[in-house]
């Protein structure tokens, strides 16, 4: 389907007018001069994942938060930054100064973070861009590592001799096309800059190393300041407003006009949120419900046993708050975007107590403050035998909640979920129980025998992936089922919908939009589907990108375009719900 001129032009004009009006949120706050810059104090580092701030000093703890392929293999580091809080915009030369205590004397690395662009996480894998890591090595040496935006590891490392322990001074200067690198005012060496700051802005990141005593305190952050060199300039930029403006002609309006509580969700991510003004705009203009996509999984809230930061999940708390939208949580128990640390025991009870305070620690810390949760996620095995063989269907391989409790623990999850927060609607989510076949008959079977026994289960979401033409179900099938819940007394979602086209589809785009409106469709028709969310909104950030090469290259999988432009299947969404 052809997009008429001038609609194209009314979807132009509503972007560009959020757009601006997100930009123009952003706070300025200095603007050159020579004079060093406070950036500790007076400024916002609440919301900085594993830090704690006390009369203008902030002590930085061991997060060692890691991102495990999906196969639990790998542990790429995933060590955060302080989107809310304020960074830099340059247009020349730069040097940051760093107060460091407790560092060294074999305690692991201490280490300041400088980013040129802020990573993306593409659905548990990060994309690495060009930043700066300068820190104080365990044995007292300074590391500086640098990337580039073209791998995960980084492109230079460079040890300095130093012997610094303590308290230290680190100075990182940007000038011209080199590093240079001070400690306590002493001159330690220089490294090449392959640009990384070369869109004229610096976020920052602080990061501990657990090193080899998980008791470690960690360091402590007492003064870091900014000062623009050759009298170029330098802006310390706070964090930008959360709330977008709003328009009458998005979805989240047309899904307010339904005639029941219905809602039009999309999964987001923090960074992008914080640092694209455009995808705010979007992302609080267009929807009424997010999904996190990354942030409350436990790989990225829970990192070691006792360790828990929900400084990035309450982030999009705020997000949503700010733009009155709902938050379906997602997810409390999965066998994938685990933690190392909780696959290392073997003794049922103790796996079974872990999934319980995890659940009892993560549900009430967010109760009251989201809708939904998805308590249980993808509990379908992919075996083709498991559906035969008296397995019920259910996941054995790599979830260790079913190997130390068998069916009880999803009995379990729901049970303890409830308990933790009372009022939030409870959901099971799975994949690929759209088509008729086995695994939909066992998914059906599970949520009948969890009624049965009592289980508060609220609902099943539908994610809907749709990889390949394979993928692609009669929406008649889809509805059938959303009808055999309903007998059940449970309600239905589309909870993850992406439809990713290849280059040799003629009509990859009409059948993307063919297929997105008419599962929006059925969910407008049944009573008991409550809501339909695509996982993300906008190829830019989307989790099909090829990560096989770097940097990824983006699919054509989401309603945006990667260039925020909407695609016909927004277009057909939006008629939808007009004909709904």
């Known amino acids: 389907m052809d997009l008429g001129g001038g609609t194209w032009q009314r979807l132009a004009a509503v972007v560009f007018v959020m757009a601006v009006a997100a930009g123009c949120t952003g706070q300025d706050e200095g603007a050159g001069g020579g004079n060093d810059q406070d950036l500790l104090r007076n400024h916002d580092w609440t919301q900085m994942p594993g830090t704690t701030q006390r009369n203008g000093i902030l002590r930085v703890s061991a997060l060692d938060r890691r991102i495990v392929e999906q196969d639990s293999s790998g542990g790429q580091p995933n060590p955060p930054l302080n989107l809310a809080g304020p960074h830099l915009r340059s247009d020349g030369d730069f040097t940051v100064t760093a107060r460091m205590s407790g560092v060294g004397d074999h305690y692991g690395g201490s280490w300041l973070r400088l980013y040129g662009r802020v990573p993306v996480i593409y659905d548990e894998w990060r994309q690495e861009r060009p930043s700066l890591r300068v820190g104080v090595t365990g044995d007292g040496q300074v590391k500086v590592q640098i990337w580039d935006g073209e791998g995960d590891e980084p492109a230079v490392s460079k040890d300095f001799d130093c012997g610094c322990s303590g308290t230290v001074e680190l100075a990182i200067s940007s000038i011209g096309n080199t590093f240079r690198v001070k400690a306590d005012g002493r001159q330690l060496g220089t490294v090449q800059d392959p640009g990384v700051f070369a869109e004229g802005t610096v976020w ?119 733009n009155g939208m709902k938050v379906h949580a997602h997810t409390l128990v999965w066998h994938e975007a685990l933690p190392n640390w909780m696959r290392k025991n073997d003794d049922p009870e103790e796996v079974r107590q872990t999934m319980l305070r995890h659940i009892a620690m993560v549900a009430g810390h967010f109760k009251g403050k989201v809708a939904e949760w998805d308590v249980v996620n993808e509990p379908m095995s992919d075996d083709e035998k498991s559906y035969t063989n008296g397995d019920l269907g259910l996941r054995s391989e790599q979830s260790p909640w079913f190997e130390a409790m068998g069916e009880e623990y999803i009995d379990e999850a729901f049970r303890a979920a409830h308990r933790a927060d009372p009022k939030a609607r409870l959901f099971l989510n799975e994949y690929g129980v759209e088509e008729e076949g086995e695994r939909w008959d066992a998914l059906y079977d599970l949520v009948k025998r969890l009624k049965e026994r009592g289980v508060p289960i609220d609902g099943v979401g539908f994610q809907n992936h749709e990889y390949a033409p394979s993928d692609r179900i009669d929406p008649e099938t889809f509805r059938s089922h959303v009808r055999d819940l309903a007998e059940l007394g449970v309600q239905a979602r589309v909870s993850e919908m992406d439809v990713p086209i290849g280059e040799d589809e003629e009509y990859g785009r009409q059948t993307q939009a063919d297929e997105m409106a008419d599962k929006l469709r059925v969910c407008l028709e049944e009573p008991n589907c409550t809501s339909f969310s695509t996982w993300g909104f906008t190829d830019r950030y989307g989790s099909t990108a090829d990560t096989k090469i770097y940097p990824p290259r983006t699919a054509d999988s989401l309603p945006w375009d990667a260039a925020l432009r909407p695609k016909v299947a927004y277009e057909r969404m939006l008629e939808a719900f007009d004909e709904a």
């Open 204 to 322: 920052f990141g602080l990061e501990a190393d657990a090193g080899e005593d998980e008791r470690r305190e960690g360091w402590r952050l007492t003064q870091l300041t900014a000062r623009p060199e050759s009298g170029d300039s330098l802006r310390v930029i706070k964090a930008p407003q959360l709330r977008q403006e709003q328009s009458h002609d998005s979805l989240r309006a047309r899904a307010a006009d339904v005639g029941r509580p219905f809602d039009v969700g999309t999964a987001l991510a923090e960074n992008p949120l914080l640092t694209d003004s455009r995808y705010r705009a979007l992302a609080g203009s267009q929807f009424s419900m997010l999904t996190p996509e990354n942030a409350f999984k436990p790989q990225f809230l829970h990192p070691r046993r006792g360790v828990y930061d929900f400084r990035d999940a309450d982030l999009l708390i705020r997000f949503a708050r700010a």
